[in-house]
């Protein structure tokens, strides 16, 4: 090689990771919510990773484990990169739907994986899981980017479908179950109801909106909330998907509403936070819409007595009225990175957990906001 | 705040005109992306065109400078030639920096659009909400399809990789040299391999929706060059006639003249012409 060049391909080979960098595009982050269970709180720190942590006397927890476990040989495999959906807790088992890795069924007492037992459960999967599982009657529900559906048996993690359902466009929302009844919702703005017994259509034909619906929720038994990135946020009838109520808000709507008998509560990317009186077609304001000052709201709202808190993406946690829409508090969240978790809400309080997974309690008595000391979580 | 600008200015009109021409054209994403591609190129093909000019007046008296360089041993004295030089044939050496740097942030708004218009993840998606005009039509259509020809835009994909290294290689070879100095020369035809296979590199990282932007826009470049410059080997002759330099007004040697003409005029290693034959022919 001529020695002349030797400087010029050394400046090309540092420039690589250079350019390398410049083309990273937005990574998965995941937003699964914090699950409690009596005193254990199930939260995703980094990367995919689930820790289960114990709640102590003041503001401190300790994690029992982390999965998957980075000192673990057979672990240093899997590469979740995010979780979006609420991992699901049933006797003593944690199911948890990863971005890239597949589904695990984990066991409560020390987070090793009671299935897939040998890495991931990939190759069983066409496309990543942007959102979560549902659990009924023993079969896991849960769908991905390329729209497929599967149905799995939650005892061994087997097929309880000979084939996974195919959608035209990806699932990216969680399916809900209410009743007899899977509802599946596509990024090509379709709900589809389905019989839990055989799989076979529950409604003539699916609803349809004219935006991607990402999330999908049930109000109870008897009505989904069906939030969309057209900007409406639709109540349906679950029996036959009828409207019954549709609500235009100003901006794109990716969220979980708060819910009480008559009311839901939730927030936009536009930073608005509404409230809906839900008993009447169509829906009526009960108040003018709460101004979070342009920040976007993706994380779901809690409701707590009359206190409505949502986290917004600065992050900035408001208390609100729910009765009459007034802001009672506003507390900024220093150096936490962002929200996206639904706030969850457990005996009083609301639990908020931020991208760099730190974990914050919600006090609607006082309106103050105070962090749970994490520690022995494994990133 | 440069930052907001570019992003109010360039961006956001760009990742819009993408998801609109996506509606346009069967909600295909691929198909969008070669529009928008060609399209951009078309409307800074002016800047593209004065850029290429510049570096053909600047080949036409490549002779005359390496004369001078030959002939004054001083490099003060050689500059203030060169200059002269330059004033006398109308040439401005800074001449094509102009063009190159407005096109630049174009271009860099044109990769970013579409890799924002493509979102990879539910929070790129998130993202994509911020840069999206308040237009139902628009609001309606995404996220975009990601499937293109059975692939998956979002990933990366082996043939776009290859395309990626073979279009760039093709793009190095229509462009005009500039220079006759041999050692700068040699670096020159070193690049040539070395930028198709760097860029072949960052593809096997891009999603192919990217990848696929890059491809067109190198066939894009490929197809101006000859246009511009013609192609000897296939006998295609230039289409968009270039003046060429003026000739000094007391030092014009016949062999100058002789150089500056469409024939001579030649691509990196020259179109149908060996290294050694360009050799032979330097004064």
Known sequence: ?????????????????????????????????????????????????????????????????????????????????????????????????????????????????????????????????????????????????????????????????????????????????????????????????????????????????????????????????????????????????????????????????????????????????????ITATPASPLWDPVSLEGERVKAGAAIIGDVLIVADRKPVVTFINATTGQILNRVPIEDAGTVRSNVHVADGFAYILTTKGRLFRANPQNYSVAEIALTGVKK | MIGEIFTLLLMNPMVNLLVLLNNVLFDSFGLA??????????????????????????????????????????????????????????????????????????????YNAVRIALPNSPEALEKLSSHLYDWSYLQHAVPVQEHFLTMDLREPNLLFVVLVGVTTWAQSKTTVTVTTDERVRSQQQMMNIMLPLMFAFFALQFPSGVSLYWVVNSIVGVTFNILTYGFPALRIEPIFKVRAPRAPAAEIQPTTAALTSDRELRTTHGSGRSKRQNRRRRP
């Open chain 2, 33 to 110: 992306i070669i529009a928008f591609t060609i399209l951009i190129r078309l409307v800074t093909f002016p800047l593209t065109l004065r850029q290429l000019h510049v570096t053909r007046s600047m080949q036409g008296i490549q002779p005359r400078i390496q004369e001078i360089n030959k002939k004054y041993s001083d490099p003060k004295r050689r500059q203030e030639e060169v200059m002269k030089l330059y004033r006398e044939s109308g040439v401005n050496p800074l001449g094509c920096l102009g063009p190159m740097l407005l096109q630049f942030p174009i271009l860099i708004a044109l």
């Open chain 1, 1 to 277: 090689m001529n020695l002349r060049r030797a400087p010029l391909i050394g400046a090309i080979l540092l420039c690589l990771p250079v350019f390398a960098a410049c083309v990273r595009v937005t990574n998965p982050d995941g937003w699964a919510a914090p699950v409690i269970d009596g005193q254990d709180v199930y939260v995703s720190t980094s990367k995919g990773h689930i820790s289960a942590v114990t709640l102590q006397d003041g503001d401190a927890a300790t994690a029992r484990w982390t999965f998957p476990d980075k000192d673990r040989d057979p672990d240093k495999k899997i590469e979740p990169e995010a979780i979006y959906g609420d991992p699901v807790i049933d006797g003593d088992r944690v199911y948890l739907a990863t971005f890239s890795a597949g589904v695990f069924a984990l066991n409560k007492a020390d987070g090793r994986p009671v299935w897939p037992t040998n890495g991931t459960n990939t190759s069983q999967i066409k496309g990543n899981l942007a959102g979560g599982v549902a659990l009924a009657n023993g079969i896991l529900y849960f769908g991905t980017t390329e729209g497929r559906l599967y149905a799995w048996n939650a005892s061994d993690g087997s097929p309880a479908w000979p084939e996974p359902k195919r959608f035209d466009r990806g699932i990216w929302a969680t399916p809900v179950v209410a009743g007899d009844t899977l509802f599946v919702a596509t990024m090509g703005g379709e709900v589809h109801a389905l019989s839990l017994a055989d799989g076979s259509p529950a409604w003539i034909d699916p609803f349809v909106a004219t935006g991607a619906i990402a999330d999908l929720f049930a109000l109870d038994d008897g009505r989904l909330f069906v939030p969309s990135i057209n900007r409406h946020a639709y109540v349906l009838n679950a029996e036959d998907g009828t409207i019954l109520a549709d609500y235009r808000a100003r901006d794109w709507v990716w969220t979980e509403p708060a819910v009480t008998d008559s009311h839901v509560f939730f927030g936009d990317f536009g930073g608005h936070v509404y409230g809906l009186d």
